[in-house]
């Protein structure tokens, strides 16, 4: 489990096809990987890896197909900054909200409207996924843990602080760049308790 609380940004060193899947390296010093053991969970752009070959400098992790179709790991290029966060200890606080790192699909980032310092952003979702999402609820995006202001349909928007466009890969992201999007862990708990109540 995490909380969409980014620990550090880290940087692709390299990305290399095995099969139907591939293997990722990621340079991060500053999350001492040296001192994980092999096996660990990690959230990399909201996704959940395991941790393999761990240094003083960094980690890589396996990607299997269903990973490279359902996210936007497959994208990634040598020197691509991604958003880290290792796993919940027993007794981490839990400053964002439950977030499990398994991606449910691709939100495309639709509008971008300066605020001050602050930035609105607009995201379309696909439409099974929409009803996931609720004002005042949460969603991850690219593993960061954000409250969603608004909702219009299969829309709906997200302000960011500086701090956030500051200490997350969310501050370069330009219109119609694609995001990992997990939904809130409740609703879709939820939404299935419905769906058989109906049934």
């Given at each position: 489990?995490?909380?969409?609380?980014?620990?550090?940004?880290?940087?692709?060193?390299?990305?290399?096809?095995?099969?139907?899947?591939?293997?990722?390296?990621?340079?991060?010093?500053?999350?001492?990987?040296?001192?994980?053991?092999?096996?660990?969970?990690?959230?990399?752009?909201?996704?959940?890896?395991?941790?393999?070959?761990?240094?003083?400098?960094?980690?890589?992790?396996?990607?299997?197909?269903?990973?490279?179709?359902?996210?936007?790991?497959?994208?990634?290029?040598?020197?691509?900054?991604?958003?880290?966060?290792?796993?919940?200890?027993?007794g981490?606080?839990?400053?964002?909200?439950?977030?499990?790192?398994?991606?449910?699909?691709?939100?495309?980032?639709?509008?971008i409207?300066?605020?001050?310092?602050?930035?609105?952003?607009?995201?379309?979702?696909?439409?099974?996924?929409?009803?996931?999402?609720?004002?005042?609820?949460?969603?991850?995006?690219?593993?960061?843990?954000?409250?969603?202001?608004?909702?219009?349909?299969?829309?709906?928007?997200?302000?960011?602080?500086?701090?956030?466009?500051?200490?997350t890969?969310?501050?370069?992201?330009?219109?119609?760049?694609?995001?990992?999007?997990?939904?809130?862990?409740?609703?879709?708990?939820?939404?299935?308790?419905?769906?058989?109540?109906?049934?």
């Amino acid at each position: 489990m995490f909380t969409g609380i980014i620990q550090a940004v880290g940087t692709v060193t390299s990305f290399s096809a095995r099969g139907d899947g591939a293997r990722l390296a990621i340079r991060c010093p500053e999350l001492e990987p040296a001192r994980w053991s092999e096996g660990d969970s990690v959230a990399v752009a909201g996704c959940c890896l395991t941790a393999l070959e761990l240094t003083t400098e960094g980690f890589e992790a396996d990607l299997s197909g269903e990973t490279l179709r359902c996210t936007s790991l497959g994208r990634l290029a040598e020197g691509a900054p991604v958003n880290l966060e290792p796993a919940l200890a027993m007794g981490d606080r839990l400053g964002g909200h439950w977030v499990t790192g398994h991606v449910d699909g691709l939100a495309r980032l639709a509008a971008i409207t300066p605020l001050g310092d602050n930035r609105r952003l607009e995201f379309q979702v696909p439409a099974e996924l929409a009803r996931f999402v609720a004002a005042k609820g949460s969603v991850t995006l690219d593993g960061v843990s954000l409250t969603v202001n608004r909702v219009r349909g299969d829309r709906f928007e997200v302000n960011l602080i500086p701090h956030t466009l500051e200490v997350t890969t969310l501050g370069r992201l330009r219109e119609n760049d694609e995001v990992n999007l997990e939904v809130d862990l409740l609703a879709r708990y939820m939404d299935r308790l419905l769906e058989q109540r109906q049934t």
